[in-house]
């Protein structure tokens, strides 16, 4: 077998491959050869049972004959034979007309061949309507037989064959070519085509068959839809006026038309399609006037194509032109709820010029609110025009034209939007005064809210977006008070006031600074040492300070007292009150105790041994009434300390000014406070003293 090539959307041709046999062909001998038989005209119209066809002469004198070495005419006299030519002809198949339903058609073409030729091949093709590459199915076939052959291509209008969803009834033309892949080589089989049939069957259960033809004439119908109308004075009407083909190849088809019989005065009519090619269609339309005169009338529209003419007839009546019928209220029904101030109101159109809308607060419209004249059948009320909220409305509406003013509708009712979409409340990190995260939480209620809408300074908004009670937001940097506004809007559109909530940022963390106070020798401290913690937070305030001496437990407070010899490590932190915490800061603090013995006693301790033993009991006794009396030392003295630290810190805030207000307040707070404990202590060792003394008389 030969490969195939396809040209155009109905070309088909042969290439002859490398191995050929004993076949040696030019490609001068490859030509394309075929017989392109006429189409089926089917135009829409249902195939008709019964009906008859003309068989026509199966080749023109024209065409010649192509026929390998002294092969001159058809062989075995056969008259209605061809053999396959060189050029193509265009044969076809006409229908008649009936009320049958095409569901298949089947192609037979009748052959035979002079001499045998395993190496040729013959194509049975076809397309549908003229131009159009779909279809163009095919089948191929090897010609072995030198008596008459026939061969079949079924169609159906299920498409099972043709790939592609059609219906017959949308079909014009059905092509149909007979190729044989070896058209002019002498070497090969001359094939000769006896005839070829067109099949059909229908729904019915009827199949016919019936030769294909050569000629099929050019034809169109012309019809109108509707072809009886009836129009008013100043009103239009319009009819469709449709061509279409009924057989032949599609030809250019021009209309025109004009009144028969005395045409009426004052109308305009307009085709919008003046010609075309089958099938298309064009609308006709009259137009009156008052001045048009009112009765009976028909107007032809033809039809011409070369000689053909064809013609429809359209019958009018005009009719004079009276007050229009009260409208017939569509829109919004009766005894309803709006979810807008602004509604659209929608009614029947009765060909008036203009309408009357009422809106009034009572049904008697006694207490007329509105009165709107538009040159519409609808009505949409302005931003100006907009209603009370929750107020029962009712509404009619009557045309009006040139010969009056027609009657009032009947009387609806409504009830306008119960309420605005309204804030009812918004709150940022669940009421929070302070936050340290540009990322907050807000929770809305609404009232009547559909979407809503965000904001950081009340003039820019965000894009809207469906309305939810948590919203997560950003607020930008610095530290500070921020505003967040929110709006909502209802289903109508309508948006409400905007309502706003504050929050303070506080990013930054508090600092802590420490102040020591004692009797300090040599970078230590005699008897003791007050440590006190002083913490700032310019934004949301300290919330509290929490400290540790030597890694014992975290204590909360702001003063340390450390009254243990040794030296000792004190750690320290604040938080503020938006949860912003200061990193530990830490410093150590030596602390000693002079001893209440001359050093020279302690030195030479071995000396006195001796009598230690016998002052055992008056040595426990001076020594507890020293240890007291030392204690008092360390009291007074601390106590003349005092007053220089808040010296020194009226000094620092006053002259200086290197310490806030707060930390000199704290400051003079812990002098206050430290004095009034020394004070206390030293009442209480001096009653002991005395008791003592007392108990020693």
Request: hydrophobic fraction near 40%; avoid cysteine.
């Amino acid at each position: 077998m030969k490969s195939l090539a396809r040209v155009g959307a109905f070309g088909m041709g042969r290439a002859r491959g490398g191995d050929m046999g004993r076949k040696g062909a030019k490609p001068s001998s490859l030509l394309i050869a075929g017989l392109l038989l006429a189409a089926v005209l089917l135009a829409g119209v249902p195939f008709a049972t019964g009906a008859s066809y003309t068989r026509y002469a199966t080749r023109s004198g024209s065409e010649g004959w192509v026929n390998p070495g002294n092969v001159t005419g058809p062989p075995d006299g056969q008259g209605a034979e061809s053999p396959i030519a060189a050029s193509l002809s265009i044969w076809g198949f006409g229908f008649g007309t009936g009320t049958g339903t095409i569901t298949r058609v089947v192609i037979k073409v009748v052959y035979r061949v002079d001499v045998p030729a395993v190496d040729d091949s013959i194509y049975l093709e076809y397309t549908l309507n003229p131009g159009e590459s779909a279809g163009a199915n095919y089948l191929v076939w090897v010609p072995t037989d030198t008596s008459w052959t026939e061969k079949s291509l079924d169609i159906t209008s299920d498409d099972s064959v043709n790939g592609g969803s059609w219906d017959w009834d949308d079909i014009a033309y059905l092509y149909i070519r007979v190729t044989n892949s070896s058209v002019g080589d002498p070497d090969n089989s001359v094939v000769f085509v006896d005839a070829i049939y067109v099949e059909i069957t229908t729904a019915e259960g009827t199949t016919t068959s019936a030769p294909a033809t050569t000629t099929i004439t050019f034809d169109f119908s012309l019809s109108a839809s509707p072809d009886v109308l009836t129009v008013q004075q100043t009103d239009s009407v319009s009819t469709k006026v449709d061509v279409k083909l009924t057989s032949g190849a599609p030809a250019p088809v021009f209309l025109s038309g004009s009144w028969v019989g005395t045409p009426p005065a004052g109308v305009t009519l307009t085709l919008s399609t003046s010609s075309g090619t089958p099938n298309f269609s064009s609308t006709l339309t009259f137009s009156t006037t008052m001045e048009t005169t009112p009765g009976s009338f028909i107007y032809q529209v033809r039809g011409i194509s070369g000689g053909i003419v064809r013609s429809v007839n359209i019958s009018i009546v005009i009719t004079a032109l009276a007050p229009p019928a009260a409208p017939v209220l569509l829109s919004p029904d009766d005894k309803v709820t709006l979810d807008t101030l602004t509604p659209t109101f929608d009614w029947t159109d009765v060909v008036a010029s203009t309408y009357d809308l009422e809106i009034a607060t009572d049904r008697d419209f006694s207490h007329i609110i509105l009165t709107k004249v538009t040159m519409e059948s609808s009505a949409t009320l302005s931003q100006h025009e907009a209603l009370s909220y929750g107020t029962v409305y009712y509404w009619r509406v009557r045309g009006a034209n040139a010969a009056g003013v027609g009657d009032w509708s009947q009387v609806r009712s409504f009830t306008a939007k119960i309420g605005a979409p309204k804030v009812l409340g918004l709150k940022i990190a669940a009421g929070a005064r302070y936050v340290n995260s540009t990322e907050v939480q807000l929770s809305i209620t609404a009232l009547n809210a559909v979407q809503m809408s965000f904001s950081s300074d009340g003039l820019t908004w965000s894009d809207w977006e469906d309305f939810q009670p948590t919203k997560s937001f950003t607020i930008s940097p610095p530290d500070g008070t921020k505003n967040i506004y929110v709006r909502v809007r209802d289903a109508a559109g309508d948006i409400g006031q905007s309502a706003v909530a504050s929050v303070v940022l506080d990013q930054t963390p508090p600092v802590t600074r420490h102040f020591l106070s004692g009797s300090q020798e040599g970078g230590a401290f005699r008897g003791s040492v007050v440590v006190t913690l002083v913490a700032e937070d310019s934004t949301s305030g300290v919330l509290g300070t929490t400290y540790r001496v030597d890694n014992q437990d975290w204590v909360v407070g702001n003063t340390i007292v450390i009254a243990q010899d040794g030296t000792h490590r004190v750690e320290y932190y604040s938080v503020d009150q938006a949860g912003n915490v200061e990193a530990s800061k830490s410093f150590e603090v030596v602390v000693f105790t002079p001893t209440a013995l001359p050093p020279v006693i302690l030195q030479y301790w071995w000396a006195m041994l001796a009598g230690v033993v016998a002052a055992v009991v008056a040595f426990t006794f001076v020594q507890r009434r020293l240890r007291v009396a030392s204690r008092l030392r360390q009291i007074r003295k601390e106590k003349a300390e005092l007053p220089k630290l808040k010296r020194q810190a009226e000094i620092k805030y006053f002259k200086e000014g290197s310490i806030s207000r707060e930390t000199y307040d704290k400051l003079i707070e812990e002098y206050e406070r430290r004095r009034a404990e020394l004070e206390r202590e030293e009442r209480l060792l001096l009653e002991k003293l005395k008791r003592r003394s007392r108990k020693g008389k």
